[in-house]
């Protein structure tokens, strides 16, 4: 945490807004993955009492964006290459596809606008080096995708990776080419707007993958791992 504070609370009866904020302060990076957090510290700088934050750091470490060890600490979790390859990917292939097949004929016009603006957006926190924005809005485009299904488990599985698809993210953008993410989006938007299945299969495996992207050398990849 060192090179980080918390503001003081506005209103210290607010649970979800102290929560709120450790979480923000994670997901952008402010506290990078395996930082310890001090309930006692995070209670002084917020001038809140510590129950509060207690609740706070349990909230979130149902989340996995914190891990708590018995009679040791706190951390900020940690996420692998080899967890976001084998286990996060396959999900998010699953989720996107079955939504694509289900529910092709309710993307119309307003729909592929839709996604259109959040990628216009994109290029513009691209061209402006926002990289937190961009990490943001390649979030919405996805959520915007999911948004379609009616199914509960479908909303409520990719609801449970997105804290750990962002703590990717934040932890790898800096190997990411941020140009290629927008072309990357719009590649895929197109394929959906085609309406050809077998088309978004296989930009959806190439755009999940990072093929064209996720750029790293071996060392680079070793310390990501």
Known sequence: MDGFTFKKQ???????????????????GEIPAGSRLKESDISQQ???????????IR???????????PYRETVVADISLDEVKDILIPIR???????????????????????????NQMERSYQDANLDELVELDMLFHDTWISLAQERTVLMTWRSI?????????????????????QDHQALLDSLASGNLDRISEELRLHLSGAKAFQFTSDERTEME
Do not use: C, W
Request: glycine share 2%; no cysteine.
């Open 10 to 28: 506005k209103n210290i009866s607010l649970r979800e807004q102290i929560t709120n904020d450790i979480r923000t302060a994670i997901l952008k």
């Open 93 to 119: 292939m699953h989720l996107e596809e079955f939504v694509a097949r289900k529910y092709l004929k309710q993307i119309d016009d307003a729909f592929i606008e839709k996604l259109q603006q959040i990628i």
């Open 46 to 56: 917020m001038g809140v009492s510590r129950a509060p934050v207690r609740e706070a």
């Open 162 to 182: 997105q804290n750990q698809t962002k703590l990717h993210f934040i932890k790898n953008i800096r190997h990411y080419a941020s140009d290629t993410i927008v």
């Open 59 to 69: 909230q979130l470490e149902r989340e996995g964006i914190l891990i708590s060890y």
